[in-house]
T-cell receptor, first 117, second 110 residues
Framework: DAGITQSPRHKVTETGTPVTLRCHQTENHRYMYWYRQDPGHGLRLIHYSYGVKDTDKGEVSDGYSVSRSKTEDFLLTLESATSSQTSVYFC????????????????FGPGTRLTVT | EDQVTQSPEALRLQEGESSSLNCSYTVSGLRGLFWYRQDPGKGPEFLFTLYSAGEEKEKERLKATLTKKESFLHITAPKPEDSATYLCAVLYSSASKIIFGSGTRLSIRP
């Protein structure tokens, strides 16, 4: 199994509070991703990173920010949590190369279940 | 609009009854198509990558194929432990654009 951990695994928070989710990898992969998974929507990309301090938006980035100060850590912050952000959040990593034995195939963490009341 | 559609949404089979799951896509500049398996309460687990039309990959009872418009995941003589949600994802255009389908929930009855 790819070395990816997410913390916390479960969190309940109140509307309006800030929340930070952490993803940690031990694979030294260049790319890291944050997704949310909701019934009927599948996995949707929130933000991704292609290197330390290099990040970009995905399709559902509003209300979320990210930071990557070290190769192994990728943080997702909900600045002011809303009930619509109740979801399961997955972190993923990939090597990010199509040739030379690398690939864009992604390896996922175990997920964080976030409930905003 | 760039889109990935999986069908059926759910499929119930008897043990040993072979079938296929479909993933159709409308994107420009396909660079790769991925299949994942997801068990309840867990993250998706990588199965296959396909890069070009005509390519096939196999793993145990699963075989993935790719055409210019769609991919199939064929499951031969399935067992109850094959029950899971199967997701496909498409890498297209730039290397950072990936879209996931909504998945097919597969249930195998003993």
């Amino acid at each position: 199994d790819a070395g990816i951990t997410q913390s916390p695994r479960h969190k309940v928070t109140e509307t309006g509070t800030p929340v930070t989710l952490r993803c940690h990898q031990t694979e030294n992969h260049r790319y890291m991703y944050w997704y949310r998974q909701d019934p009927g929507h599948g996995l949707r990309l929130i933000h991704y990173s292609y290197g330390v301090k290099d990040t970009d938006k995905g399709e559902v980035s509003d209300g979320y920010s990210v930071s990557r100060s070290k190769t192994e850590d990728f943080l997702l912050t909900l600045e002011s949590a809303t009930s619509s952000q109740t979801s399961v959040y997955f972190c993923a990593i990939s090597d990010g190369r199509l040739a030379g034995g690398g690939s864009y195939e992604q390896y996922f963490g175990p997920g964080t279940r976030l409930t905003v009341t | 609009e760039d889109q990935v559609t999986q069908s059926p949404e759910a499929l119930r089979l008897q043990e040993g009854e072979s079938s296929s799951l479909n993933c159709s896509y409308t994107v420009s500049g396909l660079r790769g198509l991925f299949w994942y398996r997801q068990d309840p309460g867990k993250g998706p687990e990588f199965l296959f990558t396909l890069y070009s039309a005509g390519e096939e990959k196999e793993k145990e009872r699963l075989k993935a194929t790719l055409t210019k418009k769609e991919s199939f995941l064929h499951i031969t003589a399935p067992k109850p432990e094959d029950s899971a949600t199967y997701l496909c994802a498409v890498l297209y255009s730039s290397a950072s654009k990936i879209i996931f389908g909504s998945g097919t929930r597969l249930s195998i009855r003993p």
